[in-house]
């Protein structure tokens, strides 16, 4: 945990992982600070890059993407040069939601939403098989998520 996160950024950032859209007078009253004190908070928080960014959490089903894809991809080398072209080539798929390079079996771990499994079919085929230096993809299918992603402890 940042040393510099007091009790009160911490319970500011507990509300705004909650609920991004209250308002800077809601989250004062919540932590009992003057709005003009919790907004300097906010900005600093902003500033130092503890709050990323503000986005809505769009349900998945409701926009006809609900199938959940990991796919682990393997590279034929991990020289500078191979992983930085699969980089670019990866960060250019609008398809692809996270790309963790991984230690262990797998270089990279992907995670993708897809309406289903023509729709997998469709991008296995135009982005991932041509992704730069892959030797091997091997993907697994989510059947539901037990804990949804959520914001971190603090």
Request: aromatic share 6%; charged share 25%.
């Amino acid at each position: 945990m940042n040393s510099n996160l007091d009790r009160t950024d911490r319970s500011i950032l507990r509300l705004l992982q909650a609920d991004g859209r209250l308002s800077n007078a809601q989250v004062a009253e919540r932590v009992a600070l003057s709005p003009s004190a919790c907004l300097r908070r906010l900005q600093r928080l902003e500033d130092e890059g503890v709050i990323q960014g503000y986005r809505a959490e769009l349900s998945a089903q409701a926009i006809g993407r609900p199938t959940t894809v990991f796919i682990e991809v393997t590279l034929s080398n991990q020289g500078t040069a191979a992983l930085d072209a699969f980089e670019r080539a990866v960060s250019a798929c609008p398809d692809v939601l996270e790309c963790h390079l991984m230690s262990g079996d797998f270089d990279y771990l992907l995670r993708v939403a897809v309406a289903d499994l023509a729709d997998y079919e469709r991008l296995h085929r135009h982005q991932l098989a041509a992704l730069p230096h892959v030797a091997r993809v091997r993907t697994a299918f989510a059947m539901r998520a037990v804990v949804p992603s959520r914001g971190f402890p603090l």
